[in-house]
């Protein structure tokens, strides 16, 4: 499977974008989707999931503000994330995987390259 993220930029303290991650794969619809990213100097970290039946999970902190959906008709991933701040700026991913749960790193087998999201304060 290969993933292409997008949909990142450079966003004020408050605001909102969409990022979108399109599959190769025509059994998107059967795979689980995640979005982790990664701040500056950190960990890679568990943003959202969404699995293949659409049930979803998110991070606590990121509970609330960002919201996870796909369409499988056109084998995309969203990521709709509002009230940005600062500590939001990281490296975002998109990730694909068939295994039973749908929440850390190891759950996925397939990533795209990551889309930059800057907030500034």
């Known amino acids: 499977v290969q993933l292409q993220a997008s949909g990142g930029g450079l966003v004020q303290a408050g605001g909102s974008l969409r990022l979108s991650c399109a599959a190769s794969?025509?059994?998107?619809?059967?795979?689980?989707m995640g979005w982790f990213r990664q701040p500056p100097g950190k960990e890679r970290e568990f943003v959202a999931g969404?699995?293949?039946?659409?049930?979803?999970y998110y991070a606590t902190s990121m509970k609330g503000r960002f919201t996870i959906s796909r369409d499988n008709a056109k084998n995309t991933v969203y990521l709709q994330m509002t009230s940005l701040k600062p500590e939001d700026t990281a490296v975002y991913y998109c990730a694909a995987g068939t295994r039973a749960y749908y929440t850390g790193v190891n759950d996925f087998q397939h990533w795209g390259q990551g889309t930059l999201v800057t907030v500034s304060s």
């Open positions: 794969e025509r059994t998107f619809s059967t795979y689980n």
């Open positions: 969404i699995s293949w039946r659409s049930n979803t």
